[in-house]
């Protein structure tokens, strides 16, 4: 009996990862205990890599929790291995979960370490030995363990199938063959093994020149950034001393060429970055494939090699060459910018009047091809034009052209004072929903499509491609421009953020996270900002009610922690190419909740 109680105290210290004594023990937040090392291991392992899961319970935490040292339970383990209770080494040998085991053994099985293709049994050590002294036993052929050793029996006839149907495409036993398969094209299974072979090292081959050719691409590409990176720097500083001679009100926006460029610059850098994830991600599946098929190539069972065979997926299409765009749009900008210096005390002079009655916008387009979405705007870097419309939508940016604004009417009058108080604020309040549509399948929205609840089960949402499939996120139904403010309240890890409509929706990449990307700006819980994968901390620590001020025209996005005073969190002044949508992010916690707040 005392010895019973021992075995369980032993057991109940041990990590089930490595069925040792915890070492450096930590607890996951569903209560589970490994060893620190064994933890962080099995979540580096895993494809996810935002989304880590607990091998006991399968519970999934997004971020990554951060884990540190049960020292309660340290000393405990202390204490057990000082009474000496250590971790036997013997508890290996038996099988686990995912261990094949001895079909002798009786009790407690052990883990096998050959099966018999022709017994069709699995052996451990001890009971494996009569095939290495029986000589007819010799004869028989071992394997690495395998579980599924009843797949190379006929279940129409329970016999070994060691024959390939060519015409019917399946492994079938003798039987078989002199009966339902009687006249087809039939050849023994190593036959058939053999000449698929040949073409899977034809396959590999084909991957691994392909992995070489991405891989040059991914070169071209940081060549490419990098001489992006330079073409704009000089456009900067040229562009830097030019407005040094304009007259006095100017020089409070000499920096907004810089900031243009600098935009154009992050835009050409992101669309490399998005390429150059592509490739990589391609050179992932590749090798990914490229070990598929070696350890297909080296199964000793012929059987097991058949019936993997046909499950491997064809080779994708390869992605589109890659082309090098021209740098010259960074060098047009310094000679627009000095042809329009003389121009532009003229324009100030004898338009100005007109330009606060029509509300026009005075821009600079600096590509020479002509627009197709808007043909009424000139794509002349040489000639300074005016048209109508509003900020957002008077510039065409896109794979084929793209324009540079370089200054607006706003430039030229005193913007107006961004909000002070709670009561300022709230004149600018938006009546807010969520969009069912946008809501991953674990968010219940309810209150009127103003709150989202993580939920246990999936909701009963119909297909719909704005749907995010692995992140907990959901967008509003409203798209946001002009001045608004808003403001949410969190029960949970609640992320507050803003996204174009056009950010990914499918997948768990950082294409569809909020902040993880380009087209999305997120405040997390953890007093952090995010855009485009860049982590900022905030000034302070953020509160359960968050409030947002968006000035969409001016580029301005403001957080702030919502008490008596409205204390800033977090400003970002940037320029806004389209519409903005609010965004929530939750973790996987069932209970955890966000409200887009009633402020009217």
């Given at each position: 009996m005392a010895q019973k109680g021992v075995q369980l105290d032993r057991e109940t210290f041990s990590c089930s990862i490595c069925l040792d004594l915890l070492k450096d023990p930590v607890t996951t937040p569903c209560g589970h205990s490994y060893c620190m090392n064994c933890i962080k291991s099995h979540w580096d392992g895993e494809d996810h890599k935002y989304i880590h899961s607990c091998p006991q319970c399968r519970q999934t935490f997004t971020p990554r929790p951060v884990l540190l040292k049960n020292t309660m339970l340290a000393d405990l383990v202390e204490e057990l291995k000082k009474t000496g209770l250590h971790a036997a080494p013997a508890n290996h040998c038996y099988a686990g979960a995912g261990d094949v085991a001895c079909d002798f053994c009786t009790g407690r099985k052990l883990k096998a370490i050959k099966s018999c293709l022709v017994c069709?049994?699995?052996?451990?050590?001890?009971?494996?030995?009569?095939?290495?002294?029986?000589?007819?036993?010799?004869?028989?052929?071992?394997?690495?363990?395998?579980?599924?050793?009843?797949?190379?029996?006929?279940?129409?006839?329970?016999?070994?199938?060691?024959?390939?149907?060519?015409?019917?495409?399946?492994?079938?036993?003798?039987?078989?063959?002199?009966?339902?398969?009687?006249?087809?094209?039939?050849?023994?299974?190593?036959?058939?093994?053999?000449?698929?072979?040949?073409?899977?090292?034809?396959?590999?081959?084909?991957?691994?020149?392909?992995?070489?050719?991405?891989?040059?691409?991914?070169?071209?590409?940081?060549?490419?950034?990098?001489?992006?990176?330079?073409?704009?720097?000089?456009?900067?500083?040229?562009?830097?001393?030019?407005?040094?001679?304009?007259?006095?009100?100017?020089?409070?926006?000499?920096?907004?060429?810089a900031q243009q460029v600098r935009s154009q610059q992050k835009r050409e850098e992101s669309r490399v970055r998005e390429l150059q994830e592509k490739l990589e991600q391609e050179i992932t599946e590749l090798k990914r494939k490229d070990a598929e098929l070696k350890k297909l190539s080296h199964t000793e069972d012929h059987t097991q090699f058949l019936h993997n065979y046909p499950s491997l997926s064809p080779l994708s299409q390869s992605a589109s060459s890659i082309h090098i765009r021209p740098l010259s749009c960074f060098e047009d900008v310094t000679a627009a910018v000095s042809e329009v210096r003389d121009k532009l005390q003229d324009v100030l002079r004898e338009e100005r009047t007109n330009l606060l009655l029509t509300g026009r916008t005075v821009g600079l387009v600096v590509n020479r091809r002509q627009s197709k979405q808007d043909p009424h705007v000139r794509r002349d870097h040489k000639d300074l034009r005016y048209w109508k419309g509003p900020t957002e939508n008077a510039y065409v940016q896109g794979p084929e052209v793209f324009a540079t604004p370089l200054l607006t009417l706003e430039d030229f009058l005193l913007s107006e004072p961004e909000p002070k108080t709670r009561t300022d604020f709230l004149q600018y309040s938006r009546e807010i929903k969520l969009d069912p549509n946008t809501a991953y399948t674990q968010l219940l929205l309810s209150d009127g499509n103003r709150k989202a609840t993580v939920m246990r089960q999936q909701q009963a949402y119909s297909s719909h491609t704005d749907r995010f499939t692995v992140w907990p996120q959901v967008l509003s139904r409203e798209s946001l421009t002009g001045c608004c403010y808003w403001e949410v309240e969190k029960m949970g890890n609640v992320s507050v953020a803003v996204a174009y409509k056009n950010i990914s929706r499918a997948g768990g990449s950082t294409l569809c996270g909020f902040g993880r990307n380009n087209k999305s700006w997120a405040l997390d819980s953890s007093s952090c900002f995010y855009y485009n994968n860049v982590r900022t901390p905030v000034s302070g620590p953020v509160s359960s009610r968050v409030g947002v001020y968006l000035d969409h025209s001016a580029g301005i996005l403001s957080f702030y922690r919502v008490s008596e005073t409205m204390t800033l969190l977090h400003r970002v002044q940037t320029t806004f190419t389209q519409p903005l949508h609010v965004g929530l992010r939750l973790n996987f916690s069932p209970g955890e909740s966000a409200v887009l707040c009633k402020l009217k």
């Open positions: 069709l049994m699995s052996y451990c050590d001890q009971h494996l030995q009569p095939h290495f002294d029986i000589a007819q036993l010799k004869k028989h052929k071992l394997v690495e363990p395998s579980k599924k050793l009843q797949e190379n029996i006929c279940s129409h006839h329970d016999e070994v199938m060691k024959i390939f149907c060519r015409t019917d495409q399946q492994l079938i036993c003798y039987l078989c063959s002199v009966e339902e398969h009687k006249g087809h094209d039939t050849v023994s299974a190593a036959a058939e093994r053999t000449e698929r072979q040949k073409k899977l090292e034809g396959s590999q081959q084909t991957i691994q020149q392909r992995i070489q050719d991405r891989e040059k691409d991914v070169k071209l590409l940081q060549q490419q950034a990098e001489a992006i990176n330079l073409s704009a720097d000089k456009a900067v500083e040229d562009s830097e001393k030019i407005f040094t001679e304009l007259i006095r009100l100017l020089e409070k926006r000499s920096s907004d060429v």
